[in-house]
């Protein structure tokens, strides 16, 4: 069965850094793109930067030069480094497939708390 675990989470304040990591437990991770969520208190969970295969990131527009993607294809692990952190980026921290839906199967994540 597929397992995300996602770790790293914590308070931290305005300006500061964290790097969260997710690692999957399933076959074919490295022909896959993966993904951060974010699911601020009330809100829809919605992605925030995506990795294909080939190691190539996109970012949503409100985290770009501040979020860092990466994957470890030998450790099957995905990170996501964060940088001056706002308190808006609050929230829980998820990862999963690229495009992944509701029908998806998804780890507990990681919460990310930031202070103003």
């Known amino acids: 069965q597929e397992q995300l675990v996602e770790s790293g989470g914590g308070l931290v304040q305005a300006g500061g850094s964290l790097r969260v990591s997710c690692t999957v437990s399933?076959?074919?991770?490295?022909?896959?793109?993966w993904a951060w969520y974010r699911q601020a208190p009330g809100n829809q969970r919605k992605w925030v930067a995506i990795?294909?295969?080939?190691?190539?990131?996109s970012y949503t527009d409100s985290v770009k030069g501040r979020f860092t993607i990466s994957r470890d294809n030998a450790k099957k692990t995905v990170y996501l480094q964060m940088n001056s952190l706002k308190p808006e980026d609050t929230g829980a921290y998820y990862c999963?497939?690229?495009?992944?839906?509701?029908?998806?199967?998804w780890g507990q994540g990681t919460q990310v708390t930031v202070s103003s």
């Open positions: 399933r076959s074919g991770f490295s022909i896959t793109s």
């Open positions: 990795i294909t295969r080939f190691g190539v990131p």
């Open positions: 999963n497939v690229a495009g992944a839906t509701t029908s998806n199967s």
